[in-house]
């Protein structure tokens, strides 16, 4: 179910018969058609486990399931809108950024420490998001919400993106993340507020990095 991306802060969607999509509640701006809204209390493709690792994890963000016949325009808060089509792979995204998604993808919640050992239990601690990260894999489309633009960044083998935790947003592919200091390279470089972090993503895949170093 791809999204037409109206402008740079609205998308809509075709929503047909036999098929299914999950929002963010409060993400409906318009639609037209026979479609319904109904509160998910059974966490998404991944189920009932999927619903209680979210809590756990501190990513229970409020969705609503999507079904009917007709479309459906989505925004939220003003904020830039980035499309992400998965062929397969795994996206890794904050719960509280993800403004729309396809049904057919299977959601779960990973612990990020087991993304860059302590490193990654660090980044939650410094940047102020959760220890743990959604996950969203299969053949569909997401859109993820961000300050600013965004730009997409490729990752490849040898050649790692460092990138300030703060303007992260998501990312996907087969990539390892680790948080790393840097003494003097936010005063320098950054616009932050001395921390001397950067996220260093390495292996295959790609970025998405906002730009802002503002929250949602």
């Known amino acids: 179910m791809p999204f037409r991306e109206i402008n740079s802060k ?11 999509m999950f929002s963010q509640r409060g993400a409906m701006l318009a639609y037209r058609g026979d479609v319904t809204f109904t509160p998910n209390i059974a966490g998404g493709q991944g189920g009932l486990m999927s619903m209680i690792g979210r809590r756990v994890a501190g990513e229970a963000t409020p969705l609503m ?8 325009m989505f925004g939220h808060g003003g904020h830039h809108i980035q499309v992400i ?3 397969g792979d795994t996206l890794y995204v904050e719960a509280d950024r993800l403004l729309a998604f396809d049904g057919t ?4 919640t990973m612990f990020m420490g087991s993304q860059g050992g302590v490193m990654g239990m660090v980044r939650g601690q410094v940047t102020g998001q959760g220890l743990f990260t959604t996950t969203l894999k299969g053949h569909g489309s997401v859109a993820v919400m961000a300050h600013g633009g965004v730009i997409e960044l490729p990752i490849s083998p040898g050649r790692p993106v460092h990138v300030d935790p703060q303007a992260y947003v998501a990312h996907h592919g087969d990539v390892r993340n680790k948080l790393s200091t840097a003494l003097g390279w936010r005063d320098m470089v950054g616009r932050g507020s ?5 996220l260093e993503l390495s292996g295959s895949g790609a970025v ?4 802002s170093e503002e929250k949602l």
């Not at 609205?10 to 299914?20: D, W």
Request: no cysteine; hydrophobic share 40%; charged share 15%.
């Open 105 to 108: 993808l299977e959601q779960g």
């Open 65 to 72: 399931t999507v079904e009917g016949n007709g479309t459906v």
């Open 85 to 87: 089509a998965l062929t």
């Open 208 to 211: 998405y990095v906002q730009a």
């Open 194 to 198: 001395g921390e001397a972090f950067q």
């Open 10 to 20: 609205m998308v809509e969607a075709t929503v047909v018969p036999g098929q299914r």
